[in-house]
T-cell receptor
């Protein structure tokens, strides 16, 4: 069983809709990353969280350490948000080793 | 500040050959992590280097090896290539290994 689980696997939204992607993990972590990957493209780090909430433009990420759960929200979604979003955790005392969820494929239609 | 760079961007090799991939981290970053991405297995951790020392290693065979130089640049080597080694190889740098990681564009390796 994967130690990092994401849901949903796929998501289609209309432009302007609010999108939520969830991530649950079963290990102790020092930080959690949300990553974005466009088709054929490299990986971009959106957020690194160890507690609370972070906001960057239309993206909001939250984490609940006690419940071992994080969410990524996209407000007012736009077709350029279409990408794979990946949750990755940095386990406690695990130097430089990210463990990844399977990713969520997001498609935003005009 | 320049981002993480990887060379080459694309490689085609045949089974049995060996390959060396290079990663230059963001200036000031001393930790370099390597990952393999395949459609079947997703993203998997290969190893991490800090100050020329391998501190962490994933579950890959000994054909996969790496090293880090005094300027923090890192290389990974895959010997005796197999078809299943075809993948996108990504490196990521961070300040000391438990900070935010920044990814390079990757090297797309195709093994024929």
């Amino acid at each position: 069983k994967n130690e990092v689980e994401q849901s949903p696997q796929n998501l289609t939204a209309q432009e302007g809709e609010f999108i939520t992607i969830n991530c649950s993990y079963s290990v102790g972590i020092s930080a959690l990353h949300w990553l974005q990957q466009h088709p054929g493209g490299g990986i971009v780090s959106l957020f690194m969280l160890s507690s609370g909430k972070k906001k960057h433009g239309r993206l909001i990420a939250t984490i609940n350490i006690q419940e071992k759960h994080s969410s990524l929200h996209i407000t007012a979604s736009h077709p350029r948000d279409s990408a794979v979003y990946i949750c990755a955790v940095l386990s406690t005392d695990s130097w430089g080793k990210l463990q990844f969820g399977a990713g969520t494929q997001v498609v935003v239609t005009p | 500040k320049a981002g993480v760079t990887q060379t080459p961007r694309y490689l085609i090799k045949t089974r049995g050959q060996q390959v060396t991939l290079s990663c230059s981290p963001i200036s000031g970053h001393r930790s370099v992590s390597w990952y393999q991405q395949t459609p079947g297995q997703g993203l998997q951790f290969l190893f991490e280097y800090f100050s020329e020392t391998q501190r962490n290693k994933g579950n890959f065979p000994g054909r996969f090896s790496g090293r880090q130089f005094s300027n923090s640049r890192s290389e990974m080597n895959v010997s005796t290539l197999e078809l299943g080694d075809s993948a996108l190889y990504l490196c990521a740098s961070s300040l000391v290994g438990y900070n935010e990681q920044f990814f390079g564009p990757g090297t797309r390796l195709t093994v024929l």
